[in-house]
C-alpha cells in the first residue's frame, strides 16, 4: 500500500510524475502546481483528479503508455457473450474508468457499448506448510495443504 511521504515525487495513475510532495498542517498532502490535494494512501480528493499510485524513480520515469482496456463493443462475441454470462449468474464485474481505476458494476447495471468491462477477478488463497532455517522460512520446502 502507498503511503505518502513528504520531499519524494510520485507517478499518478496516468503516468505523470508530480511533486515533491508536501503535508500540510492539516494532514493532507499537496504538490507545488496542483489544485487539490491527496490522501496519505494517494487518494485525490477530487473525483476527477488522478491518483498518486508509486513513488517515482527512474525506472517509472518512461513515457506514459496510453493503456485502456478494450471498449465493450470492440470485444469480440464470445468475450461479450462471456461478460454477459457472467452477469446473469450473478459474478461481480467491474467497469473501468481513467480515474479512478476498475470500479464496481452493479448487478442490474447494464453494459454499455463504450465503456471497458471485466469479470472481477477472484484471489485464491492457498495454504501449505515451509520450514525454517536459521528462523527465516526456506521456502523450497512449500508443501500445498
Not at 494517494?42 to 518512461?62: F, Q, V
Not at 478494450?70 to 446473469?88: I, R, V, Y
Amino acid at each position: 500500500m502507498l503511503i505518502l511521504e513528504p520531499g519524494f515525487y510520485y507517478v499518478n495513475n496516468v503516468g505523470t510524475k508530480h511533486g515533491p510532495i508536501q503535508k500540510t498542517s492539516l494532514g493532507r498532502f499537496h504538490y507545488a502546481g496542483s489544485s487539490g490535494y491527496f490522501t496519505e494512501a494517494g487518494h485525490s480528493e477530487y473525483a476527477n483528479d488522478p491518483h498518486l499510485i508509486a513513488k517515482w524513480c527512474s525506472s517509472n520515469s518512461l513515457p506514459p503508455v496510453d493503456w485502456r482496456p478494450p471498449m465493450f463493443k470492440n470485444l469480440t462475441d464470445a468475450a461479450k457473450g462471456a461478460l454477459l454470462l457472467a452477469q446473469h449468474q450473478g459474478k461481480l464485474l467491474e467497469a473501468y474508468d481513467e480515474n479512478l481505476g476498475w470500479l464496481k458494476v452493479y448487478p442490474k447495471d447494464r453494459l454499455d457499448h463504450s465503456e471497458c468491462f471485466r469479470i472481477k477477478p477472484v484471489q485464491k488463497r492457498i495454504t501449505g506448510t515451509v520450514e525454517f532455517v536459521d528462523g527465516k522460512p526456506d521456502f523450497k520446502t512449500w508443501k500445498k495443504l
